[in-house]
């Protein structure tokens, strides 16, 4: 079989149909698919199809001399050319009405969370890295093994293993952005079968017109009356929904010049407006409701939302409010219209909510009084002293509000105090106390933590943080708190080098010895816990001691020892490999003090016949009758 290089450069220099009708029919189904996950709509899918051919076929001299392989470029310029589709759904909304739309065509398609991550699948892929998303598609798109790839890359069949789980692990943690939990084996299984699907026939473009070489060229592939037929549709739609545009643009500014009057004006606008069809508003509801059972239809709707200008948001949130629409749709729309406005300037947005939406509404709003939230935190982020002057402007307003239930720190002055605090870290860290001071102590544990969970949390902020936990919290919940920011702040996934990141990070702030001892021990867990699914747990507790040799003189073992307790409790799954390495640990060149470590941290998670071989394994024997009482006690308490 010729490769993909061999079929391009053959188009390139002689125009070869032939050549490039293998390249479509092999890859068809990647462009096919990676349009539809996105769309959900075949004829649409197709269209994507029909461009992606034609932009290759004009670009083919580039992409044969560009070194990218062609599923990676052919799976970019797909996504490419989906999102311009979407982009333009709102639009054409009577086209996309008009077409025809099947269900999923996902092998997994009864799985909730595997239905939802599939609009978003082909994104995530594409915001991978580069050598990430070529290993990701030669595998799943051009099945090869790793081996194969390996000699593709420059790089050994292991190592090339191991990025493609690392890609997998980012491409989790992409989509669980997004709030689409799934599991690597699943994405693994899912990219397997998507990834294999074959294609439509497609329509091949007349070539000669597309490619450099300029010969007469015709369509190469023949194409079945049905797929014929979608495509001579999808044409003649595409100037329906200029009329179209034109009445929504003209409805929009029928509102924009109502919303400077009164409530009622606007009721009255909106109600003109609808006389003869569905306000903006309404229409906005009705399509963000059909994010489920017609995707295009949703993501349309959003991208119309993020397109308008800053007062057609703040007319329409004026709308929203007021609109006779059933409670949930007006406030799906107006937390839609907000977020997007509060992204672009979050003070215009505070303003507009506290000064110009009825109190009454944030009142009986939940959702509202997160917007406000979620907006104290973006100001902050951008200015911390204008949050600060904008907080204290309106105290009194946000006392009068009713309390937010789902709060972590008490109350909703105090949660909005935690999110003006995080923007002050860096600039002003007396301010920071000023502001924290009157939340109560019970909750100030919980507004560090949230503080902490911010992810990533720049490094300029460290110091501020330390500063402020030790000045507010006792010293073991402050140890605590530093301790839980500095180990979100290391990286964790394969291939890492999480220690050198950890001497990198300590020397950023002046931390205390329990500080550095807490920092130095989650390291240690997390790396540990990388390792044991990589050279072994051996390996990695080897490679933990050697990094402690640099940073300590004594005590090694037993802060080896402390850290597999730990690592017990934060993961509970290693109890019985480290329990046999335990066992074992002279061959490691561990001392008694690892055994006493462990089980001072961790001994109750085993049952008292391994307690009592671990401590009988000490050669101090009174030694060892403490330990074992010692875990007897913390068992029973």
Known sequence: MQSDQDLLEAFVKSNDERAFRCVAERYSGLIYHTALRSLNDRTLA????????????????????GGVPLPAWLHRTAVLEAKSVRRSEFRHQRKKEALMRAPSESPDSNDPAW????PHL????????????R??????????????????????AAAVQKQSRRALETLQRILGRRGIALSVGILTAGLTAEMAK????????????????GQTTTS??????????????????CGIPLAYQQSTLNDLELRLGAASGSSSDIRSASKAASAKSLSMVERLARDLKAQDRDVPRYVAAVDCIQGLRNDELIALIKEAVVSPMPVPDGNAVFNWLFDTLARRDPE???????DSVPSEYIRKSEGARSLLVNSMRRLSERDGQKALDWFNGHLDQIRSLPEWPRSPTGTLENHIRVELAYGLLASDPIATLDVLKPVPAENLATAFRSIAEDDPFPKEKISGFVRTVRELLPEKESTKAVSRLVSRMIPSGPGSLPYESVDALLASASFSPSERDAITSQAGVQRISIQVHDDGLEAGILQYKAWLETRFVEGIDRKVGETLGQMILSWQNQDDQIYKVMLNRQTLGLGDETVVGLLST???KYDEAQVRELADSLSDQELARELISQVNKRRTE
């Not at 239905?115 to 599939?118: I, Y």
């Open 348 to 354: 215009l947005a505070l303003n507009i909510l506290m």
């Open 220 to 237: 190469v592939i023949v194409v079945n009356k049905t797929t014929l037929a979608a495509i001579g549709a999808s044409l003649l739609l």
């Open 46 to 65: 197709q269209d994507v199809a029909q461009r992606v051919l034609s932009v290759l076929a004009k670009k083919a001299s580039q992409v044969a001399r």
């Open 115 to 118: 239905k939802e991550a599939l």
């Open 122 to 133: 082909d994104a995530a892929i594409d915001s991978l890295p580069e050598a990430d998303r």
């Open 198 to 213: 074959a294609g439509p026939v497609l329509l091949l473009p007349a070539l000669a017109s597309l490619s450099t070489v």
């Open 135 to 156: 290993v990701i598609l030669l595998h799943f798109v051009s099945e090869m093994t790793f081996p194969e790839i390996a000699l593709r890359v420059g790089k050994s």
């Open 602 to 604: 961790a001994g109750q």
